[in-house]
């Protein structure tokens, strides 16, 4: 009973960004693309990020990560505030599905859709930028553990906010920040040193150094390192996450 | 018998609002019960503890014999709700909106599924409509769709609260049609109302919240003879007589009415206006009104 309530949720959580998958998909895609094209233009004969590697194509799966980390929240976040605010949460709060049940739909339909989109950005760049994929498996690994990550971020918000303007403000003030300063458009190895050790205390520049390690087969750090800090991180959200919805923190009152 | 919903002692605040105060109610299998009271009594309260979506700070609720909050699974698949607020997903259809929520209780798609669908679609009068998606909806029509959703699983017990609020009449009529079907096959309903009639003509049993206080719990019948009479009421040509007219109170328009504690009391009533030359030009008999006994007991609490 619960496996076939857990998979009607995970596919109505896909349905819906599915059904509107312009705005969720094509949108973000293009943004990216917007993004490489003006930046890789703009920094055209810079130093190389890595030996052998141009700016462009360091670019690439920067941009992916970054599209997809932020896709993946916005899809939970903005289905559950939506249907708080409407009051069709009712419709899932009303069955007999258990905290994980939610757990685990919302966070993969994030992830699904942070796939699509992410590999939309690639599949679009890749004609822009020869961009090799040296490692595919550790690109995947660090592509679901970014975007469960930030899926699970953004369960937590879409619990925490009760109006638009707050999760705008968990968006803006936590989400933007924390993705724009994790090296998508530079090499941490060309910042200054007290601006790398920040960088390495953002578990985002993790996810994106360890993505594109599978790509190059180069990074800032050991994608070692980088996995573990990313999955710690993943971890301790889910922790949070799974915690919040048990207890059933503004749903249940 | 197992009841079909157990409530006991269940208390729950809001900050310093005493939302449910020592509720204790038992519902059989099979019941068409009424939970009434004025807005702000605690009814919506005590469905949504019952569904879960409010946690009470002291008391336990079952339904089916089924803890709501330690075997919370069995209970949500054996209660239906419809809840007093329109609300829907814009993103589906009537059809996807029913097969998701029959999901969501661990139904799988099946042709028994598609037929039960199908019927209940047709019993709410929504066939035509199944395929549209639920923004094009009129807000009756949404809220057709929510019973229909609260039905999908084929809950033992189903709740309904306020389910006839702002619907036309027909559609008035037509729900209570198939509600009384569900209850004849089995099904236990608690039903919430402002339309005291409603309650008066469907219900075998009434309980009357105020302030989070369970103020009357009775058969209908009960409650309507120990706080409702009977009326005579006529238009009368000529003039009573001293002890008919210490027992007639008068009323608007020229009416005049007679308490009526049997109605065999009506013929000599009638008798007696005749013999003392008394014409009665109207005459008619009100049955005991629960608006009447909602009224006194409100008051009186």
């Given at each position: ?6 998979r009607?949720?995970?596919?109505k ?55 997809m ?9 903005s ?14 709060l ?7 049940d ?8 994030s ?5 699509a989109?992410g ?33 699970a ?7 925490w ?18 993705t724009?300063?994790?090296?998508v458009?530079?090499?941490?190895q060309?910042?200054p ?13 993790y ?8 790509f ?14 990313a999955?710690?991180?993943?971890l ?15 749903l249940?009152? | 018998?197992?009841s ?9 605040r ?6 449910l105060?020592?509720?204790?109610l ?21 469905i ?37 607020e329109?609300v829907?997903?814009?993103f ?10 029959a999901?969501y ?9 598609t ?36 039905l999908?699983?084929r ?41 005291l ?17 369970v ?8 409650l ?6 009977r009326?005579l ?39 007696s ?11 008619e ?17």
């Amino acid at each position: 009973m619960a496996g076939i309530g857990f998979r009607t949720l995970l596919y109505k959580e896909v349905l819906r960004f599915w059904k509107v998958a312009f705005q969720t998909i094509a949108a973000p895609v293009l943004t990216a693309v917007l993004y490489l094209l003006i930046f890789a233009q703009a920094l055209r004969g810079t130093t190389e990020p890595f030996p052998g590697v141009s700016y462009a194509q360091f670019l690439v799966p920067g941009l992916a990560m970054m599209s997809m980390l932020q896709n993946a929240f916005a899809n939970s976040s903005s289905s559950l505030i939506q249907s708080k605010i409407t009051g069709n949460i009712l419709f899932i709060l009303l069955p007999p599905l258990s905290h994980w049940d939610l757990y685990w739909a919302y966070l993969l339909a994030s992830v699904a859709r942070a796939i699509a989109v992410g590999a939309g950005v690639f599949l679009v760049a890749v004609l822009m930028a020869d961009v090799p994929v040296r490692h595919p498996l550790w690109g995947l690994a660090f592509a679901l553990i970014g975007s469960g990550m930030l899926g699970a971020m953004g369960i937590i918000a879409g619990l925490w906010a009760d109006k638009f303007d707050q999760m705008a403000a968990f968006q803006n003030f936590i989400i933007m920040p924390l993705t724009f300063l994790s090296g998508v458009f530079y090499s941490i190895q060309g910042l200054p040193p007290v601006w790398q050790a920040v960088s390495h205390l953002n578990p985002f520049f993790y996810v994106i150094d360890g993505f594109r390690f599978g790509f190059f087969g180069q990074a800032d750090v050991s994608p070692w390192l980088s996995l573990a800090v990313a999955s710690t991180a993943f971890l301790a959200v889910s922790l949070v996450t799974v915690g919040l919805l048990k207890s059933g923190y503004k749903l249940r009152h | 018998m197992t009841s079909a919903v157990s409530i006991r002692g269940v208390e729950k605040r809001f900050g310093s609002l005493r939302a449910l105060d020592q509720v204790s109610l038992e519902i059989e299998q099979g019941e068409f019960f009424a939970l009434l009271g004025p807005n702000g009594a605690g009814k919506t309260t005590l469905i949504s503890a019952l569904g879960g979506l409010v946690r009470p700070d002291a008391g336990q609720l079952a339904v089916m014999g089924h803890d709501v909050a330690a075997d919370y699974r069995l209970a949500r698949a054996r209660l239906g709700i419809v809840p007093q607020e329109i609300v829907f997903d814009p993103f589906f259809s009537v059809r996807e909106t029913l097969f998701i929520q029959a999901g969501y209780f661990g139904i799988p798609r099946s042709a028994a599924l598609t037929a039960w669908v199908d019927e209940l679609l047709h019993k709410l009068a929504l066939t035509v409509k199944a395929d549209n998606n639920m923004r094009q909806l009129s807000g009756g029509m949404k809220r057709r769709v929510l019973v229909a959703q609260a039905l999908v699983h084929r809950p033992p017990v189903i709740v309904l609260d306020e389910p006839t609020a702002g619907v036309d009449v027909e559609l008035r009529q037509t729900l209570w049609a198939f509600v009384r079907e569900l209850n004849q096959a089995g099904h236990t309903i608690l039903l919430t109302t402002h339309y005291l009639e409603e309650a008066q003509q469907l219900c075998q049993r009434i309980a009357m919240l105020k302030q989070g206080r369970v103020v009357a719990l009775e058969r209908t019948e009960d409650l309507l003879s120990a706080f409702s009479d009977r009326v005579l009421r006529v238009k009368i040509e000529g003039s009573l007589k001293a002890d008919l007219a210490a027992r007639a109170r008068p009323a608007d328009d020229g009416w005049i009415e007679f308490v009526l504690h049997d109605l065999a009391e009506v013929e000599p009533l009638l008798a007696s206006l005749r013999s003392t030359g008394v014409a009665v030009r109207r005459m008619e008999v009100t049955e005991p009104d629960l608006e009447e006994v909602f009224l006194h007991v409100m008051e009186t609490h």
